[in-house]
Nanobody
């Protein structure tokens, strides 16, 4: 079991940056692959980025590649999402998720979720 709490969302102008953080409760945090998803009003939740247990493997949605960077600190039980060059279409609730596996794996494995943090990008 792992509990996840996101922070760092807010309102930013287009072209700006935000850094999201996710704090995990699990003492075995390093056993989990971690990911960020997002959901905009009227749309399905979509994958944003994922990172393996060591941070050695990462994956990104095409829409954020080159602008977003996922990272983790296993000593602090945290995962971050650095978001640069933000666009209005990045506006969404961002969710942190955990999968009980060390490698990235299929998205269906991410079955632990935080409550989400709102990111709003104004044009």
């Amino acid at each position: 079991q792992v509990q996840l709490v996101e922070s760092g969302g807010g309102l930013v102008q287009a072209g700006g940056s935000l850094r999201l953080s996710c704090a995990a409760s699990a003492s075995t945090f390093s056993s989990y692959a971690m990911a960020w998803f997002r959901q905009s009003p009227g749309k399905e939740r979509e994958f944003v980025a994922a990172i393996s247990w060591s941070g050695g493997s990462t994956a990104y949605a095409d829409s954020v590649k080159g602008r977003f960077t996922i990272s983790r600190d296993n000593a602090e039980n945290t995962v971050h999402l650095q978001m640069n060059s933000l666009k209005p279409e990045d506006t969404a609730v961002y969710y942190c998720a955990a999968a009980p596996r060390r490698t990235l794996g299929p998205l269906k494995n991410y079955n632990y979720w935080g409550q989400g943090t709102q990111v709003t990008v104004s044009s």
